[in-house]
């Protein structure tokens, strides 16, 4: 496993960088978030045996499981990257370095409150449902400009980007050049699209931040 985590983290990154600089950028203006849900302790640990700092999880539970015994051993960098219920914000703000899902005023709430209590401020990312997907979290596009500098007024300089997960169904490029466009037009740097089946599209969109989970860990 540890082999083949290496190799595959390998063959990734050159696809990023390849994409990159097809697309006319630089490789290492685009951080791979590597995705680590329901792969065991081990499998991270070989990710960081690799080299890979940064890591994604959906879950608020299983991050807290698995990640601060590694932290105690490796500095990394760990991503919420799940819908978050607001219940888990607190645990949420204590054990990440990014929440990437901020997409309601009662979660912007929920995490200004876990900010003062816990006195560490996570970076932060607004989740916009580009698709307008009902079973999907993000802040609906329509009210996506007035969210957006609410959480600016609330959270300053830790509101950094907007992050997607475009339907699996389209091309996901409108979702992901409706994101980079919005990102820019606010004045914010981070853009956080793409996964294991189309980072490369939101590479050549603007993407600086991929989110790459089987292609790094094997199938789920
Ligand atoms: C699981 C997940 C990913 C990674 O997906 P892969 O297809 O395994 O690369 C990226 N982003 C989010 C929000 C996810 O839930």
């Avoid at 820019?184 to 089946?197: D, N, Y």
């Avoid at 939101?202 to 989970?213: E, K, L, S």
């Amino acid at each position: 496993m540890t082999d083949s985590i290496a190799e595959n983290l390998r063959r990734v990154q050159d696809r990023i960088a390849s994409a990159a600089i097809a697309a006319g950028r630089k490789p290492e203006d685009i951080t791979l978030v590597a995705v680590s849900k329901t792969k065991p302790v081990e499998a991270v640990a070989a990710a960081l045996a690799a080299g890979q700092t940064v890591f994604g999880e959906n879950r608020v539970q299983e991050a807290a499981a698995k990640f601060p015994p590694l932290r105690a051993k490796h500095p990394l960098s760990l991503h919420i990257i799940g819908g978050l219920q607001t219940n888990k914000a607190r645990d949420a703000v204590r054990i990440a370095d990014v929440i990437e899902t901020l997409d309601r005023p009662k979660l912007a709430d929920a995490i200004e409150a876990a900010i003062a209590k816990e006195g560490r401020t996570p970076t932060l990312l607004i989740e916009v449902n580009t698709g307008s997907e009902p079973q999907k979290s993000g802040i609906a596009r329509d009210d996506a400009d007035s969210f957006i500098d609410e959480c600016k007024a609330r959270f300053g300089a830790a509101l950094v980007g907007l992050m997607c997960v475009p339907p699996q169904d389209e091309d996901p490029r409108p979702h992901f050049t409706w994101l980079a466009d919005r990102a820019a037009r606010h004045g914010l740097k981070t853009v956080s699209m793409g996964m294991s089946s189309d980072f490369e599209i939101a590479i050549a969109c603007g993407a600086t931040w991929v989110r790459v989970g089987s292609a790094i860990f094997g199938a789920r």
